[in-house]
């Protein structure tokens, strides 16, 4: 039986996944092990700042994505949300 193909788009997400996966698992960690809103809001705005100084701006919102979907596979969706909402230039 063939399967079919995977989207492009769904590719693409897979294939950053891979080149990001350093940053997005110290990233989902460090945001997962906030106690209060403030250093929630705190850890987002760091690693979502680390992020762009190392790979651009044009990286941006793809990790953002990435980074929402993996904290939401730990369970976090409060977290998720919240890197979601998070405005850059806060």
């Known amino acids: 039986m063939m399967r079919g193909?995977?989207?492009?788009r769904?590719?693409?997400?897979?294939?950053?996944?891979?080149i990001y996966v350093l940053e997005l698992a110290r990233g989902s960690s460090y945001i997962a092990s906030t106690l209060s809103p403030e250093?929630?809001?705190?850890?987002i705005a760091e690693v979502l700042?680390?992020?762009?100084?190392q790979y651009g701006d044009d990286a941006f919102q793809l990790f953002r994505e990435l980074l929402a979907e993996n904290l939401e596979d730990r369970g976090n969706r409060a977290a998720a949300q919240a890197v979601w909402d998070f405005e850059p230039h806060e």
Do not use: M
């Open 49 to 53: 700042r680390d992020f762009t100084l």
């Open 10 to 18: 769904v590719a693409d997400k897979q294939q950053y996944r891979s």
């Open 39 to 43: 250093s929630l809001h705190a850890a």
């Open 5 to 8: 193909r995977k989207s492009g």
